[in-house]
C-alpha cells in the first residue's frame, strides 16, 4: 500500500495532531496511521519497512567501507541509520548504535516507530548512548572479534565536541583503518548546511557537509545523501 507521504513527514503530522488534539502520540500514530490505511502504526511502520531502502543499501555497502549518510534534519538519517542496523540483526550481523543525540529511551522508541519488537533486537542490537564516545571508545566497543559487523554513528560533527578527544580527522582516519583491517561497516550520520536548502538540487552531495572542523573526506569510501524521501549512495573512494 503507497503512502501518501513519506514516513518522516506522517510522523510530523501525528506529532502535530496530538498537539492540536492533546492526546498521546502513540495514539495520534495509530490515528494517522489508520488515514493511511493500516490497522495501527506499527502495522504501518513495518509495511514501509519493507519498502525502504535500507536492506538495498546494506546489500551494495562491502566489509571495510567507511560510508557517510548525510541529510538536514527532519529527512530520515537518524531512521535510516536505525534501519540499518536492524537490517544487520536481521542479516545475523553483530549491530551497534553509538548516539551522542539521544538517550537508550528515545531510541527503543523509534526502533518501535519503524515496527520493531524491542525483545527481538534489545539482545542483538549494542545500543551505546556514552558521553565517552569517540573513535577509539566505538573502536574498542566493536573490538577484533566482531567480524562483519555494522556500526552507526550518531552523528559525525559530535566525535570532537570534547576537548579530550582527537581532532575530527584523526579519528575519522582511525575508524577507516579499523574498518578495512576488521571487515566491519561504519556508517556515520552527518549534518547538512542549510545553505543547502537554497540551492535548486534536489537532493545534497559532498560539498554540503556541515564541517565546522577540517576532514579529509576521502577516508570515507561510499557517501549516502537524503532528502524529500529521497536517497543517493555514491562512491568516493
Avoid at 537518524?78 to 540483526?89: D, F, P, R
Avoid at 560533527?157 to 576537548?163: A, G, H, P, T, Y
Avoid at 540551492?199 to 565546522?212: A, C, N, V
Wanted: proline share 4%.
Amino acid at each position: 500500500m503507497k503512502l501518501s507521504a513519506p514516513i518522516y513527514r506522517l510522523k510530523r503530522q501525528a506529532r502535530l495532531l496530538a498537539r492540536a488534539s492533546d492526546i498521546p502520540l502513540h495514539a495520534a500514530l495509530d490515528q494517522t496511521a489508520r488515514n493511511e490505511g493500516f490497522r495501527a502504526w506499527s502495522h504501518l511502520a513495518a509495511s514501509a519497512f519493507d519498502h525502504r531502502p535500507a536492506h538495498e543499501m546494506l546489500a551494495q555497502l562491502s566489509p571495510g567501507d567507511l560510508v557517510l549518510l548525510g541529510a538536514r534534519p527532519g529527512h530520515g538519517k537518524t531512521l535510516m541509520g536505525l534501519e540499518l542496523a536492524i537490517a544487520a540483526v536481521q542479516a545475523g550481523r553483530p549491530a551497534f548504535f553509538f548516539t551522542l543525540e539521544y538517550n537508550e529511551g528515545v531510541v527503543f522508541d523509534r526502533l518501535e516507530m519503524l515496527g520493531t519488537d524491542r525483545k527481538m533486537v534489545e539482545n542483538r542490537l549494542a545500543v551505546d548512548t556514552s558521553d565517552d564516545i569517540c573513535a577509539d571508545h566505538i573502536i574498542d566497543r566493536i573490538g577484533d572479534g566482531s567480524s562483519g559487523a555494522v556500526a552507526i554513528i550518531d552523528y559525525l560533527q559530535l566525535l570532537d565536541q570534547r576537548r579530550r578527544n582527537p581532532e575530527l580527522d584523526v579519528q575519522i582516519k582511525a575508524l577507516r583503518t579499523f574498518a578495512s583491517a576488521t571487515g566491519s561497516i561504519i556508517v556515520a550520520l552527518s549534518q547538512i548546511d542549510r545553505a543547502f536548502e537554497t540551492t535548486d538540487r534536489s537532493i545534497p552531495g559532498l560539498e554540503d557537509i556541515h564541517l565546522p572542523n577540517p576532514v579529509d573526506i576521502s577516508a570515507f569510501t561510499k557517501a549516502c545523501f537524503m532528502h524529500g524521501g529521497e536517497a543517493h549512495l555514491e562512491t568516493i573512494a
